[in-house]
Nanobody
């Protein structure tokens, strides 16, 4: 499966952006799809995930209430709506997919995802 991330850009603090991650090449009836981000000089961190088996969503505490992950089945795409952006949200955002149901302890771990998109840069200015 190939993942193509898009939608990054520059925005002032308090603004919004929507990222998209389009999957192609394979289709899965069961999968977990996630967004991670990596800020300069920092490790990659979990942002949010969607689990198709039960339509569960998971969020990092730092983005809860501001970010929303949503699936567009027709377009094999997952969107990340980011509102009330803060300078600390500045990072390269990566989408990832794993063609199986990940348990809660795995959802937030990057090593449990087998396919990754190329990343899209989000810059939030103060």
């Amino acid at each position: 499966v190939q993942l193509q991330a898009s939608g990054g850009g520059w925005v002032q603090a308090g603004g919004s952006l929507r990222l998209s991650c389009a999957a192609s090449g394979s289709t899965f009836s069961t999968y977990t799809m996630a967004w991670f981000r990596q800020a300069p000089g920092k490790e990659r961190e979990f942002v949010t995930a969607f689990r198709s088996s039960d339509r569960s969503t998971f969020y990092a505490d730092s983005v809860k209430g501001r970010f929303t992950i949503a699936r567009d089945i027709a377009k094999s795409t997952v969107h990340l709506q980011m509102n009330s952006l803060k300078p600390e949200d500045t990072a390269v955002y990566f989408c990832a997919i794993e063609p199986r149901r990940l348990i809660v302890s795995q959802v937030r771990d990057a090593k449990d995802y087998g396919s990754w998109g190329q990343g899209t840069l989000v810059t939030v200015s103060s």
